[in-house]
C-alpha cells in the first residue's frame, strides 16, 4: 500500500501559539475498512537522545486483525526521531503491507543552510534502492510530516492554501502538497469533535489541481492541543479510516 503509513497522523495549529511536542503521548486508534472493524493502531512520542543531543522518537504501529488480513494484511512499524526545532534527524520503516515485506532507513542533516537525505530501501528479493540528495528545505518522511502539519500555524490561511514539501518515501525524495480543507465537524463514537481537515496529496502533471492523487485525508482538533482524532488512508481498492479510541 503506496504511502500508507503518512499514515497515521498529522495535525495543526489555529492561532500562533502552536502546540508543543509532548514528550510523553500515547494515542491509541482503531481502523476500519468500510464497515468491517479491520484493527489498531498507536501513536507514541517520547523523549530520547541522538548522537548525544536532546531529541524525540514518534513512533507509529498498525496491525489489522484476522478478519482484515484476508482483504489486506497490515503489520507497520515506523519511527521517526525529531529534533526539538521539529526537523528530522532519522526514520526507520518495518511493515508487512499485503504481501510486500518493506524496510526503509533514512539519515537527515543540514549544513551550510541546505538540507541532506540519505535513504535506502531493502526489498525482500535482497535489492536495494538507494538516494543521496541535497534540498532548499527540509526532507520529511511519512510520520516527521505529521509533526509538522500537527504544529503548523494556519492563523490567516483559506480552504485550499497549499503547503508544498519534500518527502522521503520508498527509497526515493518526491515533492508532495498539505492542502487546508478548512473546518469539519467529525463524530466518532458519539462524541462530536471539531475538526482542522488537511490533505496530504500528490501534484498532478498539470496545473489542474482537481487531478491531485489525495494520498491520505487528516483531521485534528480544533484546540491548543490539535490531536490527530482520524485518517482516511487511500488504498488501491478504497480507503481505510483510523480514528481516535476513547481517551
Not at 513512533?59 to 503489520?75: P, Q
Not at 518495518?94 to 526503509?104: L, T
Request: glycine share 6%; charged share 25%; hydrophobic share 35%.
Amino acid at each position: 500500500m503506496r504511502k500508507i503509513a503518512a499514515l497515521l497522523f498529522a495535525c495543526m495549529a489555529v492561532t500562533a501559539a502552536q502546540a508543543q511536542l509532548n514528550g510523553d503521548e500515547t494515542i491509541n486508534y482503531t481502523l476500519s475498512l468500510g464497515f468491517i472493524n479491520a484493527g489498531k493502531a498507536s501513536l507514541v512520542t517520547e523523549q530520547t537522545m541522538y548522537n548525544g543531543t536532546e531529541a524525540y522518537s514518534v513512533s507509529l504501529t498498525a496491525a489489522t486483525n484476522k478478519v482484515a488480513d484476508k482483504i489486506y494484511r497490515i503489520r507497520d512499524t515506523l519511527t521517526a526521531t525529531i529534533s526539538p526545532q521539529e526537523e528530522p534527524l532519522h526514520f526507520w520503516k518495518h511493515s508487512y503491507e499485503g504481501d510486500d515485506i518493506v524496510r526503509e532507513t533514512a539519515e537527515f542533516s543540514k549544513s551550510g543552510g541546505k538540507y541532506r537525505g540519505i535513504l535506502e530501501k531493502h526489498y525482500k528479493d535482497g535489492t536495494t534502492r538507494a538516494c543521496d540528495t541535497i534540498c532548499e528545505m527540509p526532507v520529511y518522511d511519512m510520520v516527521s510530516i505529521t509533526i509538522f502539519a500537527r504544529h503548523l500555524d494556519i492563523t490567516g490561511r483559506e480552504p485550499g492554501d497549499r503547503f508544498h514539501f519534500e518527502l522521503a518515501d520508498a527509497g526515493m525524495v518526491e515533492k508532495e502538497t498539505l492542502i487546508y480543507l478548512g473546518r469539519q465537524k467529525m463524530k466518532i463514537s458519539g462524541t462530536q469533535y471539531n475538526c482542522l481537515a488537511f490533505s496530504v496529496a500528490q501534484p498532478s502533471d498539470n496545473d489542474d489541481s482537481s487531478s491531485d492523487n489525495e494520498l491520505l485525508k487528516i483531521y485534528v482538533s480544533d484546540d491548543e492541543q490539535r490531536i490527530p482524532v482520524g485518517l482516511d488512508i487511500g488504498l488501491p481498492f478504497g480507503k481505510a479510516k483510523a480514528r481516535i479510541a476513547n481517551r
